[in-house]
């Protein structure tokens, strides 16, 4: 007859072969030659050592995108359509009087669409009211002014104009010439953390064998956000820019 075991040694047996695994799979990655260093990650391959070096900057936004839509119903399609033009240009005063160019003005068609009457999600066929909208789009250089005129939109809602306020999209026109200096200083400082690595071992860097560029992140700044396919923050004027590079060092025995 075979006794069970009482579940205190049951415990004890699962934490044993806990304590098993855990020292496998550390032998394992310590005979794999991984190690962090900072926010680089090293590790040991066939070819040699692969470190990815990292660089940023910080950059200030010089385009702006901003999207406003005058959106409302009214029983009638004629006077929905009458009072979207008038809301649009009240709108279009506040943003000239503030600064704002007619040339960086674009605005979209109106659109109208009937809103149905439903019972027990079905339509009746009759239409309640009808409703019109249109979006009127800025585009200028002048981020602060942008970003000043969309802090004040709420005069415009005290006067009873029904306008959605997206928020602006702020964008950097300089990107493509921040891209080859980024890379440049990610491949040095990948340069240095494998220096690091290999002198701490008794060893020096070798020649560079491969190269790839990761993503280019574009964040608030002090942002710890990443994505593999890299981030392009909008939201702020001032911003962060990120660039990595996971290089191939060959190994020197000294």
């Given amino acids: 007859m075979t006794i069970p075991e009482s579940p205190i040694i049951q415990i004890e047996r699962r934490k044993a072969i806990a ?3 855990a020292a496998i799979l550390l032998s394992a990655a310590i005979g794999l030659g ?10 040991r391959s066939d070819n040699g050592i692969v470190v990815t070096g990292s660089a940023r900057t910080e950059a200030v936004a010089d385009n702006a995108v901003w999207t406003l839509s005058v959106s409302l119903s009214r ?3 004629a006077d929905a359509v009458t009072t979207v033009g008038n809301d649009v240009d009240a709108v279009t005063k506040y943003l000239t009087n503030g600064g704002i160019s007619a040339a960086s003005l674009t605005l979209g068609p109106v659109s109208t669409y009937g809103q149905e009457e439903y019972v027990n999600g079905n339509s009746t066929g009759r239409i309640l009211n009808y409703r019109a909208s249109r979006d009127i789009t800025v ?20 006067t009873g104009v029904s306008v959605n306020n997206y928020g602006p999209q ?18 040095k400082d990948a340069k240095v953390r494998a220096e690091a690595i290999t002198k701490a071992v008794g060893g ?16 608030t700044p002090d942002s710890t956000m990443t994505s593999d396919g890299g981030a392009y923050d909008t939201t702020t004027i ?7 590079v996971s290089v191939t060092f060959t190994v020197n025995n000294d």
Wanted: hydrophobic content about 40%.
């Fill in 170 to 187: 702020y964008y950097i026109s300089t990107l493509a010439e921040l891209r080859p200096q980024l890379l440049e200083e990610a491949m």
């Fill in 204 to 219: 020096s860097v070798g020649a560079v064998t491969s190269v790839r560029s990761g993503v280019f992140q574009v964040t």
């Fill in 238 to 244: 001032k911003k962060t820019v990120t660039s990595t």
């Fill in 75 to 77: 029983t009638k399609v």
């Fill in 34 to 43: 991984l190690s962090m260093v900072g926010s680089g990650f090293a590790a």
């Fill in 19 to 21: 304590t098993i695994v």
């Fill in 139 to 158: 585009r200028t250089k002048d981020v602060e002014l942008v970003s000043e005129l969309s802090q004040g939109i709420g005069s415009i809602l005290q």
